[in-house]
């Protein structure tokens, strides 16, 4: 089975991206291949020239990149039973993780080839352009969660058991803020976030018992009175400036003092040295880590399909549609640029 494929090539570190002919690559093993109908863009989507080789200094020229599917399966590879053609689902494409490092599992073309334990269906009343917003962030949220070397949590379950702990979610209102408040909500915690004033509402509607103005001079004595002596579970710090704020607030709160932060893994390393003379462990979290463990398949298999059939779990943030076809990637990227606040950007194909 072949199909004719299309896609955004990034063909060196720094140069633009161009639309052009890909080879349809059959799915091996374990995997699929989805008809691509919906993507969504990250910041690692774009990074420049010299970035890119900080991020991912394995990625190989030609490159196509993204990370956000939704569309349909077309083809299942050997040993594949739970999906088959014609099945709507969302999954985390691979393509730029080291270990896997090839264009024909990145989400920006046609037809990708992705794992089948990363892959979840979609209920037919969630459109493909939603469900785009959820994988890469989804991913990081669940590993800086659930995985043991970040804060192994109980992962999440359809009737989780209240676990009489505290998340702190710092940055509620991003997209790994999004999933992190949901995801840890389901595994049985409450949830303090914090966000902006305006994305207060937001938070809370994902489940957060409370929110706190990530930007008040007191933020870090709000948490802790919203703690009020009870166990923190553990932290997940999330932006630019999230651990100044937070390696106080582990050190001082009873239970764990363990914060997962998804700053880039050279930015961790000096705060994490800091940290650790306040009792605090720091671990860099890197959304594809989940796939080579039990967290993968645990979310996206076990947890994931159900939560979105009853409900219990919903796309967030908002897609902002920003155009139709693979060479309108580019513009969603430079809108990304330049900032936006609780909603992501989506292509659909």
């Known amino acids: 089975m072949t199909h004719p494929n299309t896609a955004l090539w990034l063909p060196k570190r720094g140069a633009p991206f161009t639309v052009g002919p890909a080879p349809y690559t059959p ?8 008809r691509v109908r919906a993507v969504a863009v990250n910041p690692i989507d774009g990074l420049p020239g010299f ?3 900080l991020a991912l200094p394995w990625l190989a020229f030609p490159a196509v990149v993204g990370s956000d599917v939704a569309g349909e399966v077309v083809e299942t590879g050997p040993g594949v039973t739970r999906l088959r053609p014609g099945d709507r689902v969302l999954g985390h494409a691979f393509g730029v993780d080291e270990s896997r490092n090839r264009p024909a599992e990145s989400a920006f073309q046609h037809y990708a080839v992705l794992l089948e334990h990363m892959v979840a269906p979609l209920p037919d009343a969630l459109p493909f ?11 990081t949220a669940a590993t800086g969660l659930f995985q ?5 949590l109980a992962p999440p379950s359809a009737r989780p058991a209240d676990r009489g702990e505290t998340v702190l979610v710092w940055g509620g ?3 790994v803020g999004s999933n992190a408040i949901q995801l840890a909500r389901n595994a049985g915690y409450r949830v303090v976030a914090t966000a902006s004033p305006a994305g207060f509402d937001h938070v809370r509607a994902l489940g957060a018992a409370h929110a706190v103005d990530r930007t008040a001079p007191d933020a870090v004595e709000r948490v802790l009175e919203l703690l009020d002596g009870g166990p923190l579970a553990g932290t997940l710090a999330i932006g630019a400036g999230s651990l ?20 880039p893994a050279v930015l961790v390393r000096l705060p994490a040295l800091r940290a650790l003379r306040r009792g605090v462990r720091v671990s860099g979290v890197w959304g594809g880590t ?10 996206y298999t076990g947890f994931l399909p159900s939560a979105l059939a009853t409900g ?6 908002d897609a902002v549609v920003v155009g139709h076809g693979l060479d309108r990637i580019p513009d969603a990227l430079r809108e990304l640029k330049r900032g936006v606040h609780a909603k992501k950007l989506v292509v659909t194909l």
């Open 148 to 152: 043991q070397d970040h804060l192994g």
């Open 290 to 299: 989940l796939k080579d463990n039990e967290v993968g398949p645990a979310v």
């Open 51 to 53: 970035l890119y080789r």
């Open 129 to 139: 352009f939603r469900a785009a917003v959820l994988p890469l962030a989804l991913s």
């Open 244 to 263: 100044r704020r937070t390696v106080p607030i582990a050190a001082r709160a009873a239970g764990s003092g363990r914060i997962a932060s998804t700053q």
């Open 173 to 175: 209102a991003t997209s």
């Open 312 to 317: 219990a779990y919903r796309a967030a943030p």
């Open 27 to 34: 799915p091996a093993a374990g995997e699929v291949v989805v």
